[in-house]
């Protein structure tokens, strides 16, 4: 349980090296002078603490240089939080090569948050760009239209510095952001507003307020940051409301960036009270009403799936019935797939690297005897919750082929593996991030725990399986929030739906139907 929460601070990460990260170079004094011609060398070199909650997580350093006519970026991210006492740290470099004039040539991410190193690179070349990802050792490349007038981090300063500062100034940039979506931009709606007063390190300065908008195409959630800049641009403060919490980083020096401090507690706020005991064996349908805390934003629209159908009501909320599916009828299902509209859940990516040595050697011998779809999902499901021995927290987000060889994690690991070996099977697979109701967890009671599994195309019905819970015929206490197929490791397709849900949900029990 809680994987979702663990994807959501990566996508934090993510989101703040596009927000926060472009933002930190609108300010350098350099710029003041002849920001088309910046000088040789470093010209940039900032740092910001970062908090989450008010509670102290990490820092980011951003540094620019210039050598010829080229800028180089380097955004160094680092983040610890705790989850039930096991720390977590993350930490992401990215760095990006581009013309003087802001046009993008090379970059690369670099994600360590498990046992092993995520890293996305490529360049860009008449129109196209080409990225590599790569983890545990094994490559995937693909090739893109280069999304048309999408800039990365120098060319968003630029686009900063020709706009100005003037209050009510409003302008749109498109940014390319691999490790958030390698085939699709970012779009950023910045505004310009007045001043007013902020206080850092027991000063009162007086600030420009500017608002951030940031929407990828096809996803509903936008994300909004708040940053404060002094006259010349330089990023003072910036503040991002999600999860219930308040993000934020601050302008410091670089010894109290690298201070020490205690990771704090993360895990049972993100956790929602249930109004109701349900008695998970028995329930074959439960009706919910969802709703997003005190009325204060909206719900991300909530998926139909085998299990679920959403109902959304005039005020805002959304009446949902999970109920159990017929699996005696899913047996008969045979293995008729349109393989082109199916390409992205058969297909092997960063993370659900179905075409691993490893993983298909697991699949062939957890599939075992089994012919017809249903059955083998089933072998696939009871191997995964069995070799999986090692149940923790301290794991990062796993790609599949690191679960195969060490046989550890939580949720996202049982949901990311499994999905592989029904890949590797010729099942079409999607990994599931939303809530699931327990009736003990972390010395609470009744509780909703955000949550990972994985679901596989029967028939003509994507069909819930949790290995992590050890269930074929999952119950009803399942909401599904989001799905992906986590193509191209974007977290994007899972991340924007969440963040305005984490820490900031209510779910009401309306109605249980049991079996005897």
Not at 11 to 35: C, Q, R, T, Y
Not at 52 to 67: A, D, W
Not at 88 to 117: H, N, R, W, Y
Not at 259 to 272: G, H, N, R, V
Request: charged residues 20%; proline residues 5%.
């Amino acid at each position: 349980m809680n994987c979702a929460r663990r994807q959501i601070r990566y996508g934090l990460v993510i989101a703040f090296v596009v927000i926060v990260g472009s933002d930190a170079f609108w300010g350098s004094k350099a710029f003041a002078l002849d920001p088309a011609n910046p000088q040789q060398g470093v010209f940039v070199d900032e740092w910001l603490i970062m908090e989450m909650g008010g509670h102290r997580v990490g820092y980011l350093h951003s540094e620019l240089s210039r050598t010829g006519d080229v800028i180089f970026t380097n955004n160094l991210m680092s983040m610890s939080l705790k989850r039930m006492g096991s720390p977590v740290t993350i930490t992401q470099l990215q760095t990006a090569k581009e013309t003087l004039d802001g046009k993008p040539l090379e970059f690369s991410s670099q994600m360590d948050a498990s046992m092993q190193k995520l890293t996305i690179s490529g360049y860009v070349d008449e129109g196209k760009v080409h990225v590599t990802s790569k983890q545990f050792g094994n490559p995937t490349t693909a090739t893109y239209d280069y999304p048309a007038g999408a800039v990365m981090t120098w060319g968003t300063f630029l686009a900063q510095h020709r706009q100005g500062f003037k209050p009510g100034t409003t302008y749109s940039v498109t940014v390319y952001e691999p490790s958030m979506a390698a085939d699709i931009p970012v779009n950023m709606i910045i505004r310009i507003g007045d001043k007013e007063s902020i206080e850092i390190d027991g000063k009162t300065i007086d600030a420009i307020k500017t608002t951030q908008s940031m929407k990828l195409p096809n996803m509903p959630t936008e994300l909004e940051t708040t940053a404060w800049i002094d006259d010349e641009g330089t990023v003072l403060r910036t503040k991002l409301p999600m999860m219930g919490l308040v993000t934020e980083m601050t302008r410091t020096t670089k010894e109290k960036a690298l201070a020490e401090f205690s990771a704090p507690e993360f895990f049972m706020p993100t956790t929602i009270p249930a109004n109701k005991t349900i008695n998970r064996g028995k329930a074959q349908q439960v009706e919910y009403v969802l709703k997003i805390k005190n009325g204060v934003g909206t719900l991300p629209p909530i998926p139909t799936t085998g299990m679920q159908t959403p109902t959304p009501q005039d005020n805002g909320s959304v009446r949902l019935v999970v109920s159990r599916t017929n699996h005696e009828a899913l047996g008969k299902a045979t293995a008729d797939y349109d393989a082109k509209k199916y390409a992205d859940y058969l297909g092997a990516n960063p993370m659900i690297n179905s075409d691993d040595a490893e993983v298909k050697k697991m699949a062939a011998k957890a599939r075992g005897t089994a012919t017809t779809p249903y059955a083998i999902a089933d072998n696939l499901r009871r191997y995964v919750s069995d070799v999986i021995d090692d149940k923790n927290l301290d794991v990062g987000f796993a790609s599949a082929s690191e679960v195969c060889r060490n046989k550890q994690g939580d949720c996202s690991e049982h949901g990311v593996l499994l999905a592989a070996l029904g890949r590797a099977c010729g099942i079409p697979s999607r990994v599931v991030v939303g809530v699931v109701y327990v009736p003990v967890f972390g010395g609470s009671e009744n509780i909703f725990g955000f949550h990972m599994w994985t679901q596989f195309l029967i028939g003509d019905k994507w069909v819930d399986f949790d290995a992590a819970q050890n269930e074929t015929d999952c119950n009803p206490t399942h909401i599904a929030f989001s799905v992906a197929s986590l193509q191209d490791a974007g977290l994007g397709q899972l991340v924007f739906g969440l963040m305005n849900v984490i820490g900031n949900l209510d779910i009401e029990i309306e109605r249980i139907e049991a079996a005897p």
